[in-house]
């Protein structure tokens, strides 16, 4: 088939380079547009063609999706560590069915055109036999349609809208490929507000919450699950939304205006820096607890100029090295060894996706997507922060608790930068026992207790 | 009609060749680049012919793939007509940038259309019920579910549009736009109406980009308002501007090779765009009229010049 | 209580007029839009935060070697690349276009795509009125308003200065005059570049170094300039503070999706109803 086909193009090249020594400007112009085209396409059909003859697949392909261009490229770049820190340690422990496993991490751009070719790309041209990862939620829906047409299973560690469980939910017998090893986006919150309403309020007084979030999904969907949550409780909540790309926040000096006790940032971007900046320059009157992810790593100290220690956020507990398991610190040392920087909680959630995959082939015994999929509901997973379980419509159950990998934000507790014996070390304050709030410290420019208690 | 047969022949073995190697990677790769080089090609008739370079062709793309997108999932229309729908949306929307060429020449029509697709990014993110926000609209129906199939159905469109833009840029229309293009002044001298051509171009061009929106829609059955990403705009000029503007031809050719470039360059994933980048400012400076166009000049008989002229 | 948006509104104010100024004079000198100025202000923030982590210098000597080698390297590129072609407005915006999607992405791959924050050379605060306000913060914009009262003084003060302003004003007269118009373009170029790398420097020390700040510095720049009038140098001050006023004053009063469009709607509201801005001259007409 290759050789005609090749044997054919040629022939009708070489006829077309003889007429075209004959033929008026126009016909000419359009043969060489036709040429180039055709050219192209040969070339590409090289390469694709190229692919099919290098068999045979021995090892077992597993696409990882990861965005490392855009602006959630840090997580993405860390989605990729992990990928490549699972395909060694995998093939370390003998690879799986008695095959190398060859991890590929395709770069999606943050878009979901991108999204979808490049999965597309993974399950036609590379023949996965699974996909993992995805940050961003519009590229987890594109991705989705991918495993239900190819029936390629998927399993997502990071991105969290609940339109995903619900396309499980509406048409499983389609969608039945697609899984969820993270939380759902419902409840991140709790362990910060549980904080505050359970220590903080009857401690110091707090009545009004403000949220400064970014525009983005995740962020509203936390804001709009713990409002009623807090406003159940009594407390007066307000919402600012600051969107990304800003060059101040000014918002902050809004807020204090506006007399908040507790100021609770939910911010993944860079300009998480900058609210830990402000807030600490301008010494705003109020306490500033919530999720902050630039500033929940290890080199945030550094970064802050120490400044971060006068807000509370929740760690990563890779981060912050909390042995949730005895499988995660050993874990952390070595992500950071190897790459030099701390493990961001998307490279724990990639490489956890990764473990439910393998451990799924090594139960089943193959690489079959429908028996993959029934291993997968039929067990459960111990991973890097905690089993994994997945409820019949595969999200994993994330509001079990220990020894199951619990839902949080950032998939730890809640602590505060603090100078201990000299160095500056995370210090958890909550949830109890682990955590100790009577070690939490108030920054020292807040006026407490607060009027409303 | 003879000198048409290696161009028909070179035509159907790229038409014929799905049915050689089926559903592939690089089937789906051509689906994208025919929706894309009706884009470049649209985007030429307005920036390479009567020289305005708009930059809101993407931000016309994104509305008309909206449009088809609501008219699907709200109005149960057949992806079709919808898609015929975001064509529609195209032309108004092009109409209305053309009353702005009017008031607005050289960069500051740039600037406004530029900020216009700012705007629209804002516009979609902000309306999150009707746009889906940063999540987007899924669940859009396809015309076809099969990938051959809709690779048929982009080959046409591009075939179908191509040539309809390819003879406008030929007709005595097309010249009169060059001739706005080249000086607006000596050729209202001239009796040709700048008004009425300029905006013709916009209209004709932002249909197809309407167009091509509503057929990138329901292939992708989702869309989002990640699509009025500057991204996108660069790719367009990329495509443009390596290809050869003002010639129809030179951004289709265009779109093959950057888009082709782009997946073959993989390997060094970050550094791609920037070597594109790079590659469109040597030929922008250099080798303004594109691969095509140079190509062309290369081709041209040598003409002999009398002094008969 | 406005005090200290006012306060706020000064010190982003005077970042917005360096870039804004910067960008304009640029257009000036060259009639050339510079699309990638914001890219080029991240860049000079970018060198100096390399000529001090990697080599070592005292922060004014990293932000001279930036200067330098953004002054530099900008004019060399307007000469062999844009000065050809400055008469062609959609090959010349398209190169700078593409300038822009190059040095996105070559700060991506070379510094990382993710915020990089910037050593406090001023730490602490002072108290005015009862707000804190960062010592940092202060010294940027004193650094940008000289910088700007600098230009102008190079501008109104010099021989080099006049040349090029007789250059902006009609260049065959200068020509005929014995100015070399060549060298003058070239030399705007040299000295928006200054002003666009400390623009860069200030940046970097109030917010974060980020490719993604690339195109809002942009946002900004533009916003500022046709507010002011495409052409006007001096009307840039007051434009860039109505801005930074309408930023903070909207952030504080009327939410998050104002700040998100209001750089846009202003450019397009100026355009709209009066394009030749605030204090505009004609349109440089390519």
Known sequence: ?453 | MKQLIPVVLAAALYAAHPLFTGDSYLLRILIIVHIFAVLAASLDIIVGYTGQLTAGHTAVFGWGAFATAWLILWFNTPPEAAVLAGGLVGALLGFGVGILCLRFKYLLLTLVTFALLVLSYALARQFHEITGGELGLHGILPISKSAVANFYITFGFMLVSVSLLFLLGRSRVGLYMKAVKEDEAAAETVGIDAVKYKVLANVVGSTFAGLAGGFFTTYMTSVGASIFFLDYLLRLILMWGIGGGGTIIGPVVGAYVVTLLAEYLRFIEEYRLILLGVVLMVFIRFMPSGIYGTLVKLLQPRRVFSAGG | MVLPELVDSLLLGSIFAAAGISLSLYYSATGIFNFSHGALIMLGGYLTYSAFTQLGLPLPLAVLVSVVVLGVGNTLFYRCLLHPIRHHHIPSTILTLALLLVLERLASVIYGPWGLPFPTFLPGTIEAGGIPISIQKIGVSVMTLSAIGLLWVVMNKTWTGLGVRATIDNMAAAASSGINPELMMMLGVFLSSVVTALTGVSIASTLFLSPILMSQMNMVAIAVSILAGLGSLWGILPSAFILALSDVFGATYVGGWFRFVNLAVAIIIVLLLRPQGIFGVKERVV
């Open chain 1, 1 to 453: 088939m290759g050789r005609r086909f090749w044997l054919k193009s040629l022939y009708a090249f070489s006829g077309c380079v003889k007429l075209v020594k004959n033929v008026s400007a126009l016909s000419k112009t359009l043969v060489i547009a036709v040429a180039v085209v055709v050219l192209a396409v040969g070339a590409g059909l090289f390469v694709v063609l190229g692919g099919f003859l290098t068999q045979p697949a021995e090892p077992i392909k597993i696409g990882v999706l990861a965005p490392l261009t855009g602006p959630p490229a840090r997580a993405g770049k860390a989605m990729a560590n992990a990928a490549e820190l699972a395909e060694a340690d995998i093939n370390a422990a003998g690879g799986l069915l008695g095959r190398k496993v060859d991890i590929i991490v395709y770069d999606y751009e943050d878009k979901p055109d991108t999204g979808k070719l490049v999965a597309e790309r993974a399950v036609l041209q590379d023949k996965v036999v699974a996909l993992a990862g995805i940050f961003r939620s519009e590229v987890a829906m594109v991705a989705a349609e991918i495993a239900a047409d190819h029936k390629v299973p998927l399993v997502v560690g990071t991105a969290q809208t609940p339109a995903l469980t619900k396309l499980v939910i509406d048409n499983y017998q389609r969608y039945k490929y697609v899984f969820r090893s993270t939380t759902n986006a419902t409840s991140l919150g709790n362990v910060l507000t549980d904080f505050i309403m359970h220590y903080l309020a009857p401690k110091y007084g707090v009545k009004k919450v403000a949220f400064l979030q970014e525009d983005v999904l995740w962020a509203r969907g936390l804001v709009a699950a713990e409002t009623p949550r807090l406003e159940a409780k009594g407390f007066i909540v307000k919402t600012w939304v600051v969107p990304l790309g800003v060059t101040d926040i000014p918002e902050l000096k809004a807020i204090e205006s506006w007399g908040a006790d507790v100021i609770f940032p939910v911010f993944s971007s860079d300009n998480g820096y900058l609210v830990t900046k402000l807030y600490a320059d301008q010494k705003i009157n109020a306490f500033l607890i919530g999720v902050n992810n630039p500033i929940a790593s290890p080199e945030a100290w550094a970064k802050t100029e120490g400044r971060t220690q006068y807000e509370t956020t929740a760690f990563a507990a890779p981060v912050i090295k909390l042995a949730v398991t005895t499988e995660l610190v050993p874990w952390t040392e070595k992500y950071i060894a190897k790459y030099g920087t701390e493990a961001l909680n998307q490279a724990a959630d990639t490489y956890e996706a990764l473990q439910v995959i393998f451990q799924a082939i090594k139960i089943a015994g193959s690489t079959d997507p429908d028996k993959l999929v029934k291993t997968m509901e039929e067990n459960e997973f111990q991973t890097l922060r905690g089993k994994v379980k997945f409820t019949k419509y595969h999200q994993h159950m994330s509001w079990l608790g220990p020894p199951y990998k619990i839902e949080s934000p950032l998939g730890g507790p809640v602590g505060q930068w603090q100078v201990v014996d000299g160095k500056p070390q995370v210090v958890v304050v909550w949830p109890q026992p682990s955590g100790n709030p009577d070690n939490w410290k108030p920054a020292p420019w807040v006026k407490v207790p607060r009027t409303g208690g």
